[in-house]
């Protein structure tokens, strides 16, 4: 009995005769050999077992799916459809239509080809069983001593056995790794076709990867032959490959343990030595993609630059501030990437390509340019999730591209959207928002400022953008509603492509709002017995400010082939222009006005466990200090904790301030032990999660995770009974010697449904230490329940949805 068991648990039921299942894999090597690199090396990964138990669930959902894969029904489905769609193909005349079903037919050969090849969707769901393979094991034991090799150990050697593992007809490999002496580089000599060459190459042996005393590796001598062929190919060698580079690796005449490595650049055929390439000359056809029979395009010379179009429809003093190729330069493949992308920047050409003619003894650069329709209507309609509540939206856009002939684009949207939000002033309640807004942006290529040319040429590198923008946004809740005008102007630059910087210059608002009156005059009482100034970032208010900001994205963040780090940060002053002058509209509306310094800093990063699992880290922080005489910061300038993209042990937005109290339950069975009535604003923000993402089965994928944080006040909220007497209630001051004691702390689980172009998030929230409990009764992890009833001696778990990843 308990044999079949084992054989339906670990699947061996589905082994043939002579078949035996991997079990497992070990691995006997030194510390200075990684063990995790060796069994990725071996592209034999036993079946991964459930909970780490001798259970093979994914092997079983393969074989379920397999009992249904027909692939003769399959290739017999294939042909009808794909003969289908050729009978309407040949009868197409319409070209829109053409490419519609050429399309339709890729997509389906696609499909089929992919179900051929994988299986069915269940069995790609699942994963058959890893069979014994002498071949395969023989092939393992080969990449690892390559692997070893190319890394030093010129010496090293790999055996290994199969034996009986644990169970009936299962199997354990055991490796044994002896990798030997590893080698190092003891001295690096070159050999050059020609002096030019010799003298450029040398001048960068600095920045070279092969340095004396490192452990000899492939991957660095391939280093070293990519650096020295772009470093060619951006000085002028055209023509120039990494095939004319050799490496000769010596350890006979080296020193025992040591290694010689000889650079040899070789010549071409035919040729003494490597020629430099000088451009004599740039054409840049604008208009490549159209064709008027019996007509010439029109040649107009700027900058030394010839530029082609049947219509010049470009300021071509701003067009060829984009170009960084220009007669008399020396070739450069990095000038051409550069000249290539800052073009496709612009977002008025479809594509760029920019080929070399070497024809006539003459070194010509030409760029062809296609460029986008003029105007483009885009809609969009979704499904959103604010606060952890789904809602629908509507999006509608317009874009007119070089409205002004000077490569300006014009954009204008609209959007209307329907959202479920936690009431500000309840609990456990969900109702519908009403979020609208419509904004006219137009966009400069170049900075709006008075700069020499000279100057603008150069800026034009790091993609110079102005954009001015003027908009209007509508927010209909159940406790108030709210109107927003405002105009800003931002400059925008990048470097590296992978660090972006705005400066706002100015950003104006004119907020307005109409309040129930209830909620105006629940504001007006926690302004007077707690000393809450929120009420006045709901008065008709002014609100302006000038900010800068940057972010850095390395190895593009969220890529799941190598580790990855996303950083932003942002300072804003307030109300700086008020400073320095008086501005009537405030004083003829009776505006509220603000002046407040804010600061704020997200660093996330992903780690590649390995390809099934990732690590993911957050922090986010941040200050925002009033200045101004009603000590207060506009509402959406405070900073929140609490819901599906912070701490998810908490509703929405109702973490905090510090150890403050929320008012006790009136209904502690449905509510737990405290309301969480109200949106907890703050001035200071410290908040950090960890989060281990794993790909379970398809498309599931699942994740624990660690949350913690708070939001606090630079003053005490002092709270007063209805005499006007203080009642002590926690601390919601920042302090630096106990702050760390008032971090509300979360854990839980998640699941996610990964379909590559959305993601849809569902998590667990489980409160840890609850900082608004008295202390001494801060744990709370023991008291987690699921459902209701709740009391006051149990903490209620929260379910967060959400679009994408939390971080």
């Given at each position: 009995?308990?044999?079949?068991?084992?054989?339906?648990?670990?699947?061996?039921?589905?082994?043939?005769?002579?078949?035996?299942?991997?079990?497992?894999?070990?691995?006997?090597?030194?510390?200075?050999?990684?063990?995790?690199?060796?069994?990725?090396?071996?592209?034999?990964?036993?079946?991964?077992?459930?909970?780490?138990?001798?259970?093979?669930?994914?092997?079983?959902?393969?074989?379920?799916?397999?009992?249904?894969?027909?692939?003769?029904?399959?290739?017999?489905?294939?042909?009808a459809?794909?003969?289908?769609?050729?009978r309407?193909?040949?009868?197409?005349?319409?070209?829109?239509?053409?490419?519609?079903?050429?399309?339709?037919?890729?997509?389906?050969?696609?499909?089929?080809?992919?179900?051929?090849q994988?299986?069915?969707?269940?069995?790609?769901?699942?994963?058959?069983?890893?069979?014994?393979?002498?071949?395969?094991?023989?092939?393992?034991?080969?990449?690892?001593?390559?692997?070893?090799f190319?890394?030093?150990?010129?010496?090293?050697?790999?055996g290994?056995?199969?034996?009986?593992?644990?169970?009936?007809?299962?199997?354990?490999?055991?490796?044994?790794?002896?990798?030997?002496?590893?080698?190092?580089?003891?001295?690096?000599?070159?050999?050059?076709?020609?002096?030019?060459?010799?003298?450029?190459?040398?001048?960068?042996?600095?920045?070279?990867?092969?340095?004396?005393?490192?452990?000899?590796?492939?991957?660095?001598?391939?280093?070293?032959?990519?650096?020295?062929?772009?470093?060619?190919?951006?000085?002028?060698?055209?023509?120039?490959?990494?095939?004319?580079?050799?490496?000769?690796?010596?350890?006979?005449?080296?020193?025992?343990?040591k290694?010689?490595i000889?650079?040899?650049?070789?010549?071409?055929?035919?040729?003494?030595?490597?020629?430099?390439?000088?451009?004599?000359?740039?054409?840049?056809?604008?208009?490549?993609?159209?064709?008027?029979?019996?007509?010439?395009?029109?040649?107009?010379?700027?900058?030394?630059?010839?530029?082609?179009?049947?219509?010049?429809?470009?300021?071509?003093?701003?067009l060829?501030?984009?170009?960084?190729?220009?007669?008399?330069?020396?070739?450069?493949?990095?000038?051409?990437?550069?000249?290539?992308?800052?073009?496709?920047?612009?977002?008025i050409?479809?594509?760029?390509?920019i080929n070399y003619?070497?024809?006539?003894?003459?070194?010509?650069?030409?760029?062809?340019?296609?460029?986008?329709?003029?105007?483009?209507?885009?809609?969009?309609?979704?499904?959103?999730?604010?606060?952890?509540?789904?809602?629908?939206?509507?999006?509608?856009?317009?874009?007119?591209?070089?409205?002004?002939?000077?490569?300006?684009?014009?954009?204008?949207?609209?959007?209307?959207?329907?959202?479920?939000?936690?009431?500000?002033?309840?609990?456990?309640?969900?109702?519908?928002?009403?979020?609208?807004?419509?904004n006219?942006?137009?966009?400069f290529?170049?900075?709006?400022?008075?700069?020499?040319?000279?100057?603008?040429?150069?800026?034009?590198?790091?993609?110079?953008?102005?954009?001015?923008?003027?908009?209007?946004?509508?927010?209909?809740?159940?406790?108030?509603?709210?109107?927003?005008?405002?105009?800003?102007?931002?400059?925008?630059?990048?470097?590296?492509?992978?660090?972006?910087?705005?400066?706002?210059?100015?950003?104006?608002?004119?907020?307005?709002?109409?309040?129930?009156?209830?909620?105006?005059?629940?504001?007006?009482?926690?302004?007077?017995?707690?000393?809450?100034?929120?009420?006045?970032?709901?008065?008709?208010?002014?609100?302006?400010?000038?900010?800068?900001?940057?972010?850095?994205?390395?190895?593009?963040?969220?890529?799941?082939?190598?580790?990855?780090?996303?950083?932003?940060?942002?300072?804003?002053?307030?109300?700086?222009?008020?400073?320095?002058l008086?501005?009537?509209?405030?004083?003829?509306?009776?505006?509220?006005?603000?002046?407040y310094?804010?600061?704020q800093?997200?660093?996330?990063?992903?780690?590649?466990?390995?390809?099934?699992?990732?690590?993911?880290?957050?922090?986010n922080?941040?200050?925002?200090?009033?200045?101004?005489?009603?000590?207060?910061l506009?509402?959406?300038?405070?900073?929140?904790?609490?819901?599906?993209?912070?701490?998810?042990?908490?509703?929405?937005?109702?973490?905090?301030?510090?150890?403050?109290?929320?008012?006790?339950?009136?209904?502690?069975?449905?509510?737990?032990?405290?309301?969480?009535?109200?949106?907890?604003?703050?001035?200071?923000?410290?908040?950090?999660?960890?989060?281990?993402?794993?790909?379970?089965?398809?498309?599931?994928?699942?994740?624990?995770?660690?949350?913690?944080?708070?939001?606090w006040?630079?003053?005490?909220?002092?709270?007063?009974?209805?005499?006007g007497?203080?009642?002590?209630n926690?601390?919601?001051?920042?302090?630096?010697?106990?702050?760390?004691?008032?971090?509300?702390?979360?854990?839980?689980?998640?699941?996610?449904?990964?379909?590559?172009?959305?993601?849809?998030?569902?998590?667990?929230?489980?409160?840890?230490?609850?900082?608004?409990?008295?202390?001494?009764?801060?744990?709370?992890?023991?008291?987690?329940?699921f459902?209701?009833?709740?009391?006051?001696?149990?903490?209620?778990?929260?379910?967060?949805?959400?679009?994408?990843?939390?971080?």
């Open positions: 009995m308990a044999s079949c068991l084992l054989q339906g648990c670990l699947g061996t039921r589905h082994l043939g005769k002579d078949e035996y299942l991997v079990y497992r894999q070990q691995f006997k090597a030194p510390r200075n050999v990684s063990r995790y690199k060796m069994a990725e090396l071996t592209k034999i990964e036993p079946n991964r077992k459930f909970l780490g138990l001798p259970v093979h669930l994914l092997a079983e959902v393969y074989y379920l799916g397999k009992k249904h894969y027909h692939p003769e029904k399959l290739e017999k489905r294939k042909a459809k794909l003969e289908k769609l050729d309407k193909i040949s009868l197409t005349t319409r070209a829109k239509r053409l490419n519609n079903l050429q399309f339709r037919k890729q997509q389906i050969q696609a499909k089929y080809d992919d179900r051929q994988n299986g069915n969707v269940v069995m790609q769901w699942g994963e058959p069983l890893v069979i014994l393979d002498s071949t395969r094991v023989e092939q393992a034991v080969s990449n690892m001593e390559n692997y070893l190319n890394n030093g150990y010129f010496r090293a050697s790999v290994f056995s199969v034996e009986p593992a644990y169970f009936p007809k299962t199997k354990t490999i055991r490796y044994t790794i002896t990798p030997g002496p590893l080698y190092v580089l003891d001295s690096v000599f070159y050999s050059f076709p020609d002096t030019l060459l010799k003298n450029l190459i040398t001048g960068t042996l600095a920045d070279s990867w092969l340095k004396k005393g490192e452990p000899y590796s492939q991957d660095v001598v391939l280093k070293e032959r990519e650096r020295i062929d772009l470093f060619l190919r951006n000085n002028g060698y055209y023509d120039f490959s990494q095939q004319y580079i050799e490496f000769q690796v010596d350890t006979v005449s080296a020193r025992p343990g290694v010689w000889k650079v040899v650049i070789n010549s071409p055929e035919r040729r003494a030595s490597h020629k430099r390439f000088v451009i004599s000359e740039v054409n840049f056809t604008t208009d490549a993609a159209q064709s008027r029979p019996g007509i010439s395009r029109k040649k107009e010379t700027y900058r030394n630059i010839n530029f082609y179009a049947y219509e010049n429809n470009y300021n071509l003093k701003i060829s501030q984009r170009l960084f190729i220009h007669p008399g330069d020396l070739f450069s493949r990095q000038q051409t990437l550069n000249t290539q992308r800052q073009l496709a920047n612009l977002d050409f479809k594509f760029v390509n003619d070497t024809t006539g003894g003459k070194f010509v650069a030409n760029i062809f340019a296609s460029r986008f329709d003029r105007y483009q209507w885009s809609n969009e309609v979704g499904l959103s999730v604010t606060q952890g509540f789904p809602g629908p939206f509507y999006n509608i856009s317009f874009k007119k591209r070089n409205i002004f002939r000077g490569l300006e684009n014009l954009e204008m949207n609209g959007r209307i959207g329907y959202e479920g939000v936690a009431a500000a002033t309840d609990v456990g309640n969900v109702y519908q928002s009403v979020e609208a807004g419509i006219a942006s137009l966009l290529p170049q900075f709006l400022w008075p700069l020499r040319e000279e100057a603008r040429f150069k800026l034009g590198r790091v993609n110079p953008r102005t954009k001015t923008t003027l908009g209007f946004t509508y927010t209909d809740r159940p406790e108030y509603k709210r109107s927003a005008t405002t105009a800003n102007i931002v400059y925008s630059w990048e470097n590296q492509r992978i660090r972006r910087f705005d400066f706002t210059a100015a950003s104006l608002s004119i907020i307005n709002s109409s309040l129930r009156s209830d909620f105006s005059q629940l504001l007006d009482s926690l302004f007077q017995y707690q000393g809450n100034t929120l009420r006045f970032s709901f008065l008709p208010s002014y609100v302006s400010f000038t900010g800068f900001g940057m972010s850095w994205n390395h190895n593009n963040y969220g890529n799941l082939q190598e580790n990855s780090v996303y950083l932003r940060w942002s300072v804003e002053s307030g109300g700086t222009l008020q400073n320095v008086t501005l009537p509209v405030i004083e003829n509306r009776n505006l509220e006005a603000f002046r310094l804010r600061l800093a997200d660093v996330r990063r992903i780690q590649i466990i390995d390809k099934s699992t990732v690590l993911a880290m957050r922090f922080g941040g200050v925002g200090y009033s200045y101004g005489t009603n000590r207060a506009p509402y959406e300038k405070y900073f929140f904790a609490g819901g599906s993209n912070s701490v998810r042990a908490w509703r929405p937005r109702r973490l905090g301030p510090g150890s403050y109290r929320p008012e006790p339950s009136t209904n502690p069975e449905r509510d737990g032990l405290y309301r969480y009535q109200f949106e907890i604003p703050g001035e200071i923000l410290l908040e950090g999660s960890l989060e281990l993402r794993r790909k379970l089965v398809g498309f599931f994928e699942g994740a624990l995770f660690l949350d913690a944080g708070n939001v006040l630079f003053s005490e909220r002092l709270k007063q009974d209805s005499e007497n203080p009642v002590e926690g601390n919601s001051k920042f302090r630096f010697n106990s702050f760390y004691k008032e971090l509300g702390v979360g854990t839980g689980f998640g699941l996610r449904f990964n379909f590559t172009f959305l993601i849809l998030r569902f998590d667990v929230g489980i409160k840890v230490y609850d900082p608004a409990r008295p202390e001494g009764d801060r744990f709370v992890l023991d008291k987690m329940k459902r209701r009833p709740f009391g006051t001696d149990r903490e209620p778990v929260i379910y967060n949805l959400g679009v994408g990843f939390p971080f």
